[in-house]
Each structure stands twice: as structure tokens, then as C-alpha cells.
């Protein structure tokens, strides 16, 4: 089991889903909003995060960046609202998931275990495990990514996203078989998820994005 901070500023969902979450054995820390959630993130750690987009005195958006300055905890949003630019802003801003409300908190549980089993470090490679495609360098061991040279920042969802379509070239992988193999789940996702992922991920890679083929019909293919 591991820890969660859940940030909601109505009194109900964060009660409710603390009290689900606690009888299955998960350790929850609440807190009513992004200022107070900033200041719990510094004073101690947390394995996951569960925050409310929209909150008095600091909203989630801006309460995830504070906290990404000093600790790099996975995050999975909450909103009302699920219009592709928020979740586009939010995945911008190194969000790994992205839940509309309302919401089922056995979903929510699930999408978590797998956040914090993806953020937990890998056995050590035996060997490197390295892709070029001209300018563009993909070092799975690293997990890190450069073009021509410059090193490109993405989140731990967005690397992946880019490791698994890179591994599996020039396949038509289907955005059912995306959402099972890299965010770990076949059943609480849907299309919209990988498709925000892969606009975000082309737009990280500039003329290199291109390079993501999308299948029409199917998914997508990295050529």
C-alpha cells in the first residue's frame, strides 16, 4: 500500500474517498486546498497525489507547480471539467493522470497503484538500451531524451509513452493496447487519455513528431 495527499476543497469527496481508501489499507492525508497541500508536500512525503483542478486560494494547476519545484511526486487531477485544453495545460505541467468528476473512487485507486508502481526505479539495466533517429537520441536506460543535443524535459507518463511506441517501431499499436501496456489498465481509460498524451508528446519533439504516425481507425504508429 502506499500514501496519498488527496486535495479537495468540498469536504464530502475528500471524507468520502479517504474513508474508502483507508478500509482497503491506503494511508490518506487531506487537505482542502493547493496552499495547504504545498505546505504538507514540504513538511513531509507522499507516494502519490490526488488534487482538485479547481480550489480557493491556490488552485491545483498552480499548487502541482510549486510542489514539482522541490519534489517529484506523481499526480494524478481532478476536475469537473474535461475539456481537452485542461487536461493538455495539466499534462504540459507534468501531470500523470487526469480523472473527470465525477468520479468512482475504486477507478481513482487503480490509475494510482499504477502512478506509484511507474515511479518507483527499475532494476539496473545490463545493458543500454539506446535509439537514434538522426538528431533525435532516446536512452531507455537513462530515461532521457535529446535533440540535437539539447536535452527535452517530459513526465514520467510522456517518457513511457515515447519508450514503448519507440520499442515497438514501425507496428500499428492500437490506443486500447497503448492504454493496457503503458498506463497499465485496459478498463478505467479511455481513447481521449492517449490522444492528449501523443498531441503533447509531438508537440515535445518539434519536427520530430512527425515521426508519430497516426493510424486511422486504430492508433498510432512511430515510423
Known amino acids: 500500500m502506499f500514501h496519498i495527499l488527496f486535495v479537495d476543497d468540498e469536504d464530502a469527496i475528500r471524507e468520502g ?3 474508502y481508501a483507508a478500509f482497503l489499507g ?8 493547493g496552499m495547504e497541500a504545498v505546505a504538507l508536500c514540504r513538511a513531509r512525503d507522499f507516494d502519490v497525489i490526488v488534487m482538485d483542478v479547481m480550489m480557493p486560494r491556490m488552485d491545483g494547476f498552480t499548487a502541482c507547480q510549486e510542489i514539482r519545484r522541490e519534489k517529484d511526486i506523481p499526480v494524478l487531477m481532478l476536475s ?3 475539456e481537452e485544453y485542461d487536461k493538455l495545460h495539466g499534462f504540459r505541467l507534468g501531470i500523470d493522470d487526469y480523472v473527470t468528476k465525477p468520479f468512482s473512487p475504486r477507478e481513482v485507486l487503480a490509475r494510482l497503484g499504477v502512478l506509484v508502481r511507474r515511479s518507483r526505479p527499475a532494476p539496473e539495466a545490463s545493458r543500454n538500451e539506446v535509439y537514434r533517429f538522426g538528431g533525435l537520441v532516446i536512452d531507455v536506460t537513462a530515461r532521457t531524451v535529446e535533440i540535437d543535443g539539447a536535452r527535452v524535459d517530459m513526465t514520467p507518463k510522456e517518457y513511457d509513452l515515447l519508450f514503448y511506441l519507440v520499442r515497438n517501431r514501425n507496428i500499428a499499436l492500437s490506443r486500447e493496447k497503448l492504454l493496457s501496456e503503458v498506463w497499465g489498465y485496459d478498463f478505467f481509460g479511455d481513447d481521449s487519455t492517449v490522444n492528449t498524451h501523443v498531441k503533447v ?3 515535445r519533439l518539434g519536427e520530430y513528431g512527425a515521426r508519430i504516425v497516426t493510424i486511422r481507425g486504430v492508433g498510432y504508429r512511430f515510423e
Request: proline fraction near 0%.
Open 17 to 19: 474517498f479517504a474513508e
Open 26 to 33: 491506503y494511508e490518506v492525508t487531506q487537505a482542502k486546498d
Open 201 to 203: 508528446l509531438r508537440q
Open 80 to 82: 469537473a471539467r474535461g
